[in-house]
Nanobody, 124 residues
Framework: VQLQASGGGLVQAGKSLRLSCAAS????????MGWFRQSPGKERDFVAG????????RYADSVKGRFTISRDNAKNTGYLQMNNLKVEDTAVYYC??????????????????WGQGTLVTVSS
């Protein structure tokens, strides 16, 4: 599976962005997908995950109520809607797909395929 993340950019605090993750070359719709983020000097952290169907989701506490993960398996695309963005949301965002897990998972080790990352910068 090849993943291509897009939609990042510079936005003011309080505004919204929607990230997209286009998948090709594999059975994207059969397994879990997720979003992670990484700031300079920090580890890559879980943001949101969904099961193979998109009906079960989980979120990091820091984004609950502000971010929504979704997927359209017919289009082989996943999304991360980010509302009420905060300066601390600034990071490179990566989409990921599992190669064998069906349920929504926050475990980075359960993701096998990664996109290249898209930078989100939130200004005050």
């Amino acid at each position: 599976v090849q993943l291509q993340a897009s939609g990042g950019g510079l936005v003011q605090a309080g505004k919204s962005l929607r990230l997209s993750c286009a998948a090709s070359g594999g059975i994207f719709g059969s397994y879990a997908m997720g979003w992670f983020r990484q700031s300079p000097g920090k580890e890559r952290d879980f943001v949101a995950g969904t099961d193979w169907s998109g009906t079960s989701t989980r979120y990091a506490d820091s984004v609950k109520g502000r971010f929504t993960i979704s997927r359209d398996n017919a289009k082989n695309t996943g999304y991360l809607q980010m509302n009420n963005l905060k300066v601390e949301d600034t990071a490179v965002y990566y989409c990921a797909s599992s190669g064998g897990v069906y349920t929504a998972t926050a475990n980075i080790d359960e993701y096998d395929y990664w996109g290249q990352g898209t930078l989100v910068t939130v200004s005050s």
